[in-house]
């Protein structure tokens, strides 16, 4: 009886132990999904804002042109 307890409690720690490392996988793959998702949003930004000084500069020119 001893030993079956202590491998159903063996079989319980094993199960957590990978249910703990299933759940890291997930959270590092969330974090990296993140992390590229950002990394996106920041490069879309600056490509807007450079657009827009350049369309800034080009109307300035055409200004100071006339």
Known sequence: AHFENRKKE????????????????????????????????????AEERARREEEENRRKAEDEAR
């Open 10 to 45: 063996e079989e319980e720690l094993v199960s957590l132990k990978d249910r703990i490392e299933k759940r890291r996988a997930e959270r590092a793959e969330q974090q990296r999904i993140r992390t590229e998702r950002e990394k996106e949003r920041q490069t879309r930004l």
